[in-house]
Protein backbone atom coordinates (compact mmCIF):
# COMPACT_ATOMS: atom_id res chain seq x y z
CA UNK A 1 0.00 0.00 0.00
CA UNK A 2 1.25 3.81 -1.09
CA UNK A 3 0.66 6.23 1.35
CA UNK A 4 1.33 10.38 1.02
CA UNK A 5 2.53 11.92 4.34
CA UNK A 6 3.48 15.56 4.77
CA UNK A 7 6.64 16.43 5.67
CA UNK A 8 8.17 20.10 6.70
CA UNK A 9 11.28 20.91 6.12
CA UNK A 10 13.20 23.81 8.91
CA UNK A 11 16.26 25.23 7.32
CA UNK A 12 18.96 25.59 9.91
CA UNK A 13 21.19 29.04 10.67
CA UNK A 14 23.82 26.11 10.93
CA UNK A 15 23.53 24.61 7.44
CA UNK A 16 21.31 21.57 6.17
CA UNK A 17 17.81 20.93 7.41
CA UNK A 18 15.95 19.30 10.00
CA UNK A 19 12.52 17.55 8.75
CA UNK A 20 9.35 16.51 10.67
CA UNK A 21 6.67 14.65 9.65
CA UNK A 22 3.22 15.81 11.51
CA UNK A 23 0.92 13.23 11.12
CA UNK A 24 3.65 10.62 13.05
CA UNK A 25 4.02 12.11 16.64
CA UNK A 26 8.33 11.82 17.18
CA UNK A 27 9.57 10.85 13.50
CA UNK A 28 11.89 12.79 12.63
CA UNK A 29 15.32 13.02 10.43
CA UNK A 30 17.06 15.80 9.23
CA UNK A 31 19.79 15.81 5.83
CA UNK A 32 21.62 18.56 4.08
CA UNK A 33 19.82 19.07 0.98
CA UNK A 34 15.89 18.69 0.18
CA UNK A 35 16.13 15.89 -1.97
CA UNK A 36 18.14 14.13 0.49
CA UNK A 37 16.14 15.35 3.00
CA UNK A 38 12.74 14.01 1.37
CA UNK A 39 14.74 10.63 0.89
CA UNK A 40 15.27 10.84 4.55
CA UNK A 41 12.11 11.35 5.17
CA UNK A 42 10.62 8.30 3.56
CA UNK A 43 13.19 5.86 4.84
CA UNK A 44 11.99 7.67 8.60
CA UNK A 45 8.40 6.85 7.65
CA UNK A 46 8.91 3.31 6.66
CA UNK A 47 11.06 2.63 10.26
CA UNK A 48 8.82 4.62 12.02
CA UNK A 49 5.46 2.33 10.52
CA UNK A 50 7.81 -0.69 10.81
CA UNK A 51 8.04 0.16 14.63
CA UNK A 52 4.41 0.48 15.12
CA UNK A 53 3.28 -2.67 13.21
CA UNK A 54 6.05 -4.70 15.45
CA UNK A 55 3.88 -3.27 18.77
CA UNK A 56 0.69 -4.11 17.13
CA UNK A 57 -0.15 -0.09 16.94
CA UNK A 58 -2.36 1.16 13.47
CA UNK A 59 -0.61 3.63 11.33
CA UNK A 60 -2.42 7.04 11.74
CA UNK A 61 -3.37 8.82 8.16
CA UNK A 62 -2.05 11.83 7.18
CA UNK A 63 -2.75 15.45 8.95
CA UNK A 64 -5.24 17.84 7.03
CA UNK A 65 -3.95 21.12 9.07
CA UNK A 66 -0.93 21.33 11.50
CA UNK A 67 0.85 24.09 13.64
CA UNK A 68 3.87 25.38 12.57
CA UNK A 69 6.25 26.84 14.40
CA UNK A 70 9.83 27.86 13.05
CA UNK A 71 11.45 27.72 16.71
CA UNK A 72 15.15 28.96 15.47
CA UNK A 73 14.93 27.68 11.90
CA UNK A 74 15.33 30.29 9.34
CA UNK A 75 12.20 29.04 7.27
CA UNK A 76 10.22 25.64 6.28
CA UNK A 77 8.93 24.14 3.53
CA UNK A 78 5.80 21.70 3.51
CA UNK A 79 6.44 18.74 1.10
CA UNK A 80 4.27 15.35 0.07
CA UNK A 81 6.03 12.18 -0.01
CA UNK A 82 4.79 8.72 -1.52
CA UNK A 83 5.72 5.61 0.77
CA UNK A 84 5.82 2.45 0.06
CA UNK A 85 4.23 0.83 3.60
CA UNK A 86 2.95 -2.55 2.11
CA UNK A 87 4.88 -4.24 4.90
CA UNK A 88 4.37 -1.70 7.45
CA UNK A 89 1.98 -1.13 9.78
CA UNK A 90 -1.97 -1.73 9.84
CA UNK A 91 -3.53 1.75 8.47
CA UNK A 92 -6.06 3.31 10.95
Known sequence: MVRTYTV???REESGGYSVSVP???GCHT???TVPECLDMAREAIEAFAASMRKHG???PEDVAAFPLE???ALDASVYRVKVDLREA???A
Open 70 to 72: LGD
Open 89 to 91: APV
Open 23 to 25: ALT
Open 30 to 32: QGE
Open 8 to 10: VLY
Open 57 to 59: ERL
